[in-house]
């Protein structure tokens, strides 16, 4: 097979939100963004990870990620002090992995497709580049015609007009590496379709798959709730059920082994956090419960509820929500009977 595949996760400064926080340490299906690309990352092969990062935000994401992963490819911190973004990490991932292939991802963001059938391509040397295209309703960010030509995306699918790229790319060995090192050539403003030109320039071969669908989490709730849907779309089915305790159960739902379910149907692809308490309540497909929450009397679906909220007895059902980490959902049956809410900034709530 030649070089061992590398993985590269890439966490970028513009990825910080407003409030500080990094999109992808946020939570889907339980679990953190950058933790489900790690995971796709192993599936697809490869036998290290190098999590490319600005230095000011490394603690924080060796906190949430750990150094150290059972069952997992080992973990290699690249830091960099100065402004980090696409062109500076591919320059940096290339003097790290030399003439290795690789999988750059970008960490807040996933592919509904697995990798493993795409990896083949580069390491057996039929393309030195994968790029993933995705269909998208977003009015910016499109493909220009010039690049759709460069591409040869009229070939793929000439009805697909509205064509992003995705934030996953898998190089062949050494061809990331002939980019970035190409004499009088810079990565003109680090856009892959550059890349992709410099390599297509020098005589290789650039190959365009298209895929279902892909989605980065910029923190708008949409964006999280469509990659719970990806991430839970992942979910295999638990063999363990915990105990009838008047529950029915149907589909891919894992509940952890000390989360507390009664009375209650549960209908995957959903996953049910450590501390959790359900009763009486209704969980719905592609909902995540996480740790320490608390539902019931309620019906929930399509939904995310953080660690440490709650819905309780609310009258109705929730859907398509996001419930942020110690909120309280609440039926007050206190008079006079009104609507009462401490709402932040930028929050939405919708009445039907």
């Given at each position: 097979m030649g070089a061992e595949l590398v993985g590269i996760m890439v966490v970028l400064d513009s990825d910080a939100e407003a409030s500080g926080r990094i999109p992808a340490l946020e939570q889907v299906a339980n679990r953190p963004i950058a933790d489900h690309v790690l995971s796709a990352l192993d599936a697809a092969g490869v036998t290290e990870v190098l999590v490319l990062c600005p230095a000011a935000r490394a603690a924080e994401i060796r906190d949430c990620l750990g150094c150290e992963r059972a069952g997992g490819a080992p973990l290699r911190y690249v830091e960099d002090p100065g402004p980090f973004e696409l062109r500076r990490a591919l320059q940096l991932a290339a003097d790290s992995i030399g003439s290795a292939p690789c999988i750059v991802h970008l960490a807040g963001g996933l592919l509904s497709e697995p990798l493993s059938p795409f990896v083949e391509r580069v390491v057996r040397g039929a393309a030195d580049v994968v790029l993933f295209v995705h269909q998208s309703e977003a009015a910016d960010g499109h493909l220009s015609p010039a690049t759709q030509e460069m591409l040869h995306l009229a070939e793929l699918d000439p009805d697909r007009?509205?064509?992003?790229?995705?934030?996953?790319?898998?190089?062949?060995?050494?061809?990331?590496?002939?980019?970035?090192?190409?004499?009088?050539r810079s990565l003109s403003g680090g856009d892959l379709p550059s890349v992709a030109e410099q390599i297509t320039a020098d005589g290789g071969n650039v190959q365009v798959a298209l895929v279902d669908a892909w989605r980065r989490y910029t923190g708008a709730p949409l964006d999280r709730l469509e990659l719970n849907r990806i991430a839970l779309d992942r979910l295999e089915s638990d063999p363990r059920r915990p105990s009838n305790n008047g529950n029915l159960i149907e589909g891919r739902v894992w509940i952890h082994e000390r989360a507390s379910v009664r009375a209650s149907v549960l209908v995957g692809p959903a996953v049910i956090g450590p501390g959790a308490r359900i009763a009486d309540a209704y969980i719905g497909p592609y909902t995540s419960i996480g740790a320490g929450a608390r539902v019931e009397g309620a019906e929930i679906e399509r939904s995310i509820i953080s660690p440490g909220a709650s819905v309780l007895h609310i009258g109705g059902r929730l859907a398509a929500s996001v419930v942020g980490r110690d909120a309280r959902i609440f039926r007050d049956f206190s008079l006079p009977r009104a609507l009462r809410l401490r709402v932040g900034d930028g929050t939405e709530v919708a009445l039907s």
């Open positions: 007009a509205a064509l992003r790229l995705a934030g996953v790319w898998l190089f062949a060995g050494a061809a990331l590496s002939r980019a970035c090192a190409a004499p009088g």
